[in-house]
């Protein structure tokens, strides 16, 4: 179905613009849709947010996204299994508004949407290969044909990415921000008399130094509000502590112990069986995906062996959709189906010590420094963090055609869903160290965690999803639509959740299973056609409120023996947000040949009720045993009360053409293989996006990324059957290098970390790549 008939907000890359431009990362398809951003960091803390949310707080282990994925009709929730190159798509959209009462999982704000090609019973084989920037070489093939004529066809789509990152490790001289990583992807397409059934199974993993995007610039210049600095500097402290010097505050030269890769792993399999009863289709969609990532985080800059944190991640899926599909194009058009889903995640987080660790946490008296007791090498803080999420639904739809111009659509799911998960503490000791006690005191004082367990938490939810969707065929060209849409999702799971403890002496847990998030999302939009498809203008308006909305909240109600709040981040809800804007895109067949395309987004993301707000670290000055008169405790909260979400642009703008001319024998004489015609192309695409604060709203310095355009352009020929494409490009032209646009790119560091900014993944690259149909 063509998008212009769909009565929904759709942006969608077809595959041909995606072979053209090279896109095959999700930050690649975000440069041709504004409202949508991966925020790929690594396989576990990327942050796929469309309209400016994600997940509220936290990684997505046991956090439900706003923004949802699915891939060949099968919905997979852990952010990990979005890491991997698309190199054989059939189309890639998002999908806004609450997703799930037409399949798959029930999703808030929207989903990003990847379809590949279908295995074809022509015999297909192309080759390709690029070569960039920074030794940066990919290999694809995709080879496809039949195995019995008209009956059994095949698919096979592999890649090999390799290349370097853009700056160097000093000390082990590992190239940082690389590419390492290769997939594969097979498919089977059975077609019986009344049945089609498509199975694919998919393999991908990554060596990446991929967790490298920060880096210190500055030695410590944290101020407090009150007008307090910290005792020491990061860079005094280093001198004092450890004898050393501060080597570098260059983040492109950092001085890293012991860098290790993120060592990531990736299996899906899935089966589709669509089989005709009578003028219905029934659809069977069956998956299972494994997820694993083994980090191997770095040990400490400035040439310091403290500690290194990481979090082993473990993630398994299982789903399965049956589904009943009325016949197309009658007055009545319905959909009902059944939706079962479980997800289970093991999450380790550990902490482990080494051999600068006893100094570098030990107490300071007259300028000595004292090591702390029993810390020793080997020594780690761990905690298995695990979350579970079990939903069975049941969802229908229906579209009526009132006339021929107006039709009406309605859609409901009700889902039954069980969240549960647990947090166990625990350490590892070296024997012969002292006592367990004294080795866990040891860890304490480290800031590492004392032996806890939660227990099990469980909570129920019966969520329900429904919208309202009518459509309005003005006349030939233009088509009004409306939306109102309810969503619901369950409760996230804190896999951090910790005891907090006073003086050695338990106090509380913080909440495992937060309360669940309700979205409420009202839109109109029009779209519209003319001049024959030569011109296409879509555009949105919408409002979404959204409530209980999943984000961190900072406990100060626990206090130590002085007074002080212990101040325990945890995983709570705020009562109210809210998303409003417009979107539009449309192209333009400006003559033969030439499309101008554009996209853009107006977004207000914005707190409405937030009283209870974390603060930030400026606010946190030392409070003295003994505080004299009229000393100025810090706040323990602030209000974000309509205030703005401070990583999300108010403005976003692609735009690009591209142009194909038909060049015929332009390259006779140089032999047969160049007698045959060819077709010369140019694109060029600029994604812009409006300045965003890159530091907390109510920091003591703060920071606004500018306004900044990525932009990519190509050219090459084609034969004009298609057979032999060779295309030179170049990606990011003006080498913008923004913050990373996580809302706190830059931090003014503290007494044990130096100042820090995060940076753009990629500067300007430019390369070739030959593409092949080899038959």
Known sequence: MQVEKIARPIVVVDPKTAQREQLYRLEDFAQKIPNYRPGSGNPRTARPAIRGVSAGAGTGDGSEFDTGFMLDNVFFRHVGFQWADYIDIESAEVALG???????????VGSFVVRTQLPSFERKA???????????????????GPIIDDKLAYRIAAYYDHGDGWFRDQVSGASLLNNNRWGARGQLLYIGDNFTNRFIFNISQSHEYNNNNDGPYADTFQVFWNGTRPTRTYSQNLRLRLGLPLLTIDPRKPFNTDNGTLDQRLHMVSNELNYNIGENVFTSISAYGNFRLLPRNDMGNNLTEISKGASDTYVDQFSQEFRLTSPRDEPLEWQAGLFAFYDYVWNRANTIYGGDAARWYGTVSNGVVTPTPYLLRGMASNRDGKARDLQFAAYGNATYHVDEQLALTFGLRDS????????????????????????QAAIVAAGGQRFYDTGGQKATLNALTGIFNPQYQYNENIMLYGIVGRGEKAGAVNTGAQGIFVGGVFQKFQPVITKPETSWDYE????SVWFDGGLVVNANLYWNDIYNFQTNFVD???????????????????PHARLRGLEFDGRWNAFEGFWFNFSGAITEARWIDFDEAPIDASWIWNVPNNPPPGFIRPPTQVSRSNSRFNAV?????NAGFNYERKLGLLLEGFGEWWNQPVTGFVYANVAWQDKTLVTDPYAFYRYWQPAYAITNLGFGLHTDDERYNLNFWVKNLTNQLPLVNNGTAIDPGTATAPSTLNFYRFPRTIGGTLRISLY
Not at 430 to 437: A, M, T, Y
Not at 649 to 653: A, E, K, L, Q, R
């Open 416 to 439: 039954w869903e069980v969240r549960s998960g647990s947090n166990f503490s625990w350490i590892t000791a070296v024997p012969g160290n002292g006592s367990v006690l004294d080795q």
């Open 126 to 144: 192309t080759l390709e290969t690029q070569f960039g920037s920074y030794s940066h070489v990919m290999q694809r093939v995709n080879v496809t």
């Open 556 to 574: 100060t109600s626990v206090v130590d023996a002085n007074g002080v709040p212990t101040r325990q981040t945890y995983l709570g809800v705020a």
């Open 524 to 527: 109109l939009g029009a779209k």
């Open 649 to 653: 642009p108010v403005y976003s703008f």
């Open 98 to 108: 609450p997703q799930g009462t037409a399949g798959g999982k029930n999703t808030t």
